[in-house]
């Protein structure tokens, strides 16, 4: 283990609230699900209860682009979670500058708002062939620079998008500095995760785990410090296996399976396995490392205060490189 990582390791997790003498169910917390997505419009509301009921008291809404903004964080405020607001990179063919002057308006117009916890989702793909000509990388440079001075500005952490392009993220992130947060799907190298989490980010693993083939997924998070991990759906997409349907089955007629809020605890409990953990520990973990990293989330949580010393430090700047998004994907990356 790397002296970078003990530090944290050496302050215990902070949890919920408990009376002595209680076993607590695990509390989750979904750090990245597209709440406002389409594939929830027939059942969104039964989708969180029960998602609820298994424990998953908070899910993060991250925006993609102005035109969901005002959705988000009317779902956030009508489930009781939280949310993001932003531009994906794979919105930004669509995106103008103006959005970014409305990004600084509506980030100002909320600031009060107690579930406004980031600026996300936002960062870099170069992935997608379409998204990787020279004037396309350029232009999701900008976005993504803007949009990270945004979130300096209004002091808020941010939410990234990281897919081929850590090296990319992480050099803006040193230049303009920035108060830490989520790089979600990660699935990089170890001293890729070292460097963001020395910028003051955690790392969000999610359905991509639970796959037997992904080894170096598999190896990074059981090995990494838990201090560093927090837990993820990114519903709809990135299903586990036990919903994926292969390339074959889809062209046989069967969709895609659907991920939901509702999976975290299944996919958390691979997580723990991996570990050699409980399920509760790895909640307690990774909903204190939630809190630290979207500090405001803490307000949400009745009794999930932090630890004093597990408030993150000044970050300080570090170099990494790539990492992939959606295991199921396929594709010419560029
Ligand atoms: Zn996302």
């Known amino acids: 283990m790397s002296a970078l990582f003990s530090h944290a390791l050496n302050h215990p997790a902070a949890g919920p609230a408990q009376a002595p003498g209680t076993v607590a169910a695990p509390v989750w917390i979904d750090s990245h699900c597209h709440l406002d997505a389409s594939e929830f419009n027939a059942d969104r509301a039964a989708q969180r209860q029960q998602a609820r009921a298994a424990g998953v008291a908070l899910c993060v809404l991250p925006a993609v682009h102005a035109p969901n903004w005002a959705e988000v964080r009317a779902l956030a405020h009508q489930h009781g979670d939280a949310y993001a607001l932003g531009i994906h990179p794979l919105y930004v063919p669509q995106a103008t500058d103006a959005d970014l002057a409305a990004l600084d308006v509506a980030l100002h117009a909320h600031r009060d708002d107690p579930r406004l916890v980031a600026v996300g989702e936002i960062g870099l793909d170069f992935f997608v062939p379409e998204l990787c000509t020279p004037a396309m990388r350029q232009r999701q440079e900008h976005l993504y620079r803007a949009q990270l001075q945004l979130a300096r500005r209004h002091s808020l952490p941010v939410i990234l998008h990281v897919r081929r392009s850590a090296d990319r993220l992480l050099k803006h992130l040193r230049e303009v500095g920035t108060a830490g947060g989520i790089a979600h799907a990660f699935n990089g190298s170890l001293q890729q995760a070292q460097a963001f989490v020395a910028l003051g980010f955690v790392l969000g693993f999610g359905g991509a785990l639970t796959f037997d083939r992904a080894l170096q997924l598999r190896r990074l998070a059981a090995e990494l410090p838990l201090s560093a991990l927090v837990v993820e759906t990114d519903a709809p997409d990135i299903p586990p296996h036990w919903l994926y349907r292969t390339a074959q089955a889809r062209a046989d007629g069967s969709a895609q399976g659907r991920n939901s809020p509702l999976e975290l605890p299944r996919i958390a409990g691979e997580l723990a396995t991996l570990r050699g953990l409980s399920a509760s520990e790895v909640a ?51």
């Open 284 to 334: 307690q973990a990774t909903t204190a490392n939630a809190l630290r990293a979207l500090p405001k989330l803490q307000a949400l949580l009745p009794g999930a205060a932090l630890h004093p010393k597990e408030k993150p430090a000044d970050a300080p700047i570090q170099s990494a490189d790539a990492a992939i998004k959606k295991i199921a994907s396929t594709g010419a990356a560029c």
